[in-house]
């Protein structure tokens, strides 16, 4: 069961939105299961669930579906005591993770309270460090990084720990996050020099306000 402050997020959805999902897509995804039958929708679909991720996947689904379709629900299933493992296991970067907990979007509610000991009745703040550090252990080279706790946090709201772990996972490998928290990797630079690019394209007036406020957006490093 989740707790309450998460149940609170978890049920805000219309009933337009709620009868949307309802078809066989979402039923595959519900099953929350690597079963090759149940997965045929989203294999033959694809167009429909990426139009219906692009308009917004509500939030009582978002946590079963983002399992399914980062493929961290089958992750999980391959390795169940992985995540158990991990928390065992000390790190350096544990430190730095419990110095950012306070921060980590201090007005929301689930993450007010304090660490406490206990697993199904832990704290928000408790929750987020167990997450953040089975992944600082489980990826040595990466360790912890501001940044990597806000990400985190958005996946707790929506699903339990050992499930936020291997979301998480999946968006630093599957997806390429990974590098933009990699000390001295090309991949933030290039974000950036992606970022002033659009701006400079999209939005033009912007950009030149910011360069005559001498606020540099590219990420470049002056040595």
């Given amino acids: 069961m989740l ?4 149940k609170v997020v978890l049920a805000v959805a219309t009933l337009e939105d709620r009868d949307g999902w309802q078809d066989k897509i979402f039923c595959s995804i ?3 299961t690597s079963d090759a039958r149940a997965c045929r929708p989203l294999r033959c679909a694809p167009a ?3 139009q219906r991720a692009l308009g917004g996947v509500p939030d009582c689904f978002r946590g079963i579906v983002w399992q399914k379709l980062t493929g961290a629900d089958t992750l999980r299933q391959r390795h169940p005591d992985r995540y158990k493992l991990l928390l065992s296991i000390a790190t350096p970067a544990d430190a730095y993770i419990q110095r950012d907990l306070r921060r980590t979007m201090p007005k929301n509610a689930f993450f007010k309270e304090e660490v406490r000991g206990g697993d199904e009745h832990a704290s928000g703040q408790q929750l987020l460090f167990n997450v953040v550090h089975a992944y600082a252990v489980h990826d040595s080279e990466v360790g912890y990084s ?3 706790n806000f990400l985190t946090a958005v996946l707790l709201l929506h699903m339990k720990q050992e499930q936020a772990f291997w979301v998480l996972v999946q968006l630093m490998r599957r997806y390429r996050i990974r590098g933009l928290f990699v000390a001295n990797n090309p ?4 974000e950036h020099f992606k970022l002033e690019k659009l701006t400079q394209m999209c939005t033009p007036s912007l950009h030149q306000l910011f360069t005559e406020q001498g606020v540099d957006i590219s990420g470049r490093v002056d040595t």
């Fill in 3 to 6: 707790p309450h402050h998460r």
């Fill in 30 to 32: 519900a099953l929350g």
């Fill in 48 to 50: 429909i669930v990426k």
């Fill in 146 to 148: 501001q940044g990597i």
């Fill in 187 to 190: 991949q933030l630079a290039l």
